[in-house]
């Protein structure tokens, strides 16, 4: 049984930097693709980060250059280092936890990431 837990949200100002946590139980941490989605009110999750067993890492568009994603396998931990954050960027983030090879994973609570001046 996957559990997986984000923290690390909260306001920031824009410009600000925010770093998102997620840790994984009940699994083999290092055996899973790890994914940052996002989802602001009245809009559909979206992929925003992934990073995979192999350390490949994938950003969409809209944040290359602004965040960073890594994993510490040690930890049982996926982060995303969020750097010169905007408006746009507010939304809940959730983490995702998938097998290699399976087109669905497990998800996280949500944390919430709020912009604003």
């Known amino acids: 049984q996957v559990h997986i837990v984000e923290s690390g949200g909260g306001w920031v100002q824009p410009g600000g930097s925010l770093t998102l946590s997620c840790t994984v139980s009940?699994?083999?941490?290092?055996?899973?693709?790890m994914g940052w989605y996002r989802q602001a009110p009245g809009k559909q999750r979206e992929l925003v980060s992934s990073?995979?067993?192999?350390?490949?890492?994938y950003y969409v568009d809209f944040v290359k250059g602004r965040f960073t994603i890594s994993r510490n396998n040690a930890r049982d931990t996926v982060y995303l280092q969020m750097d010169s954050l905007k408006p746009e960027d507010t939304a809940v983030y959730y983490c995702?936890?998938?097998?290699?090879?399976?087109?669905?994973?497990?998800w996280g609570q949500g944390t919430q990431v709020t912009v604003s001046s």
């Open positions: 009940g699994v083999i941490f290092r055996a899973y693709h």
């Open positions: 995702n936890a998938r097998i290699p090879g399976h087109s669905v994973g497990s």
């Open positions: 990073i995979t067993i192999e350390n490949g890492a």
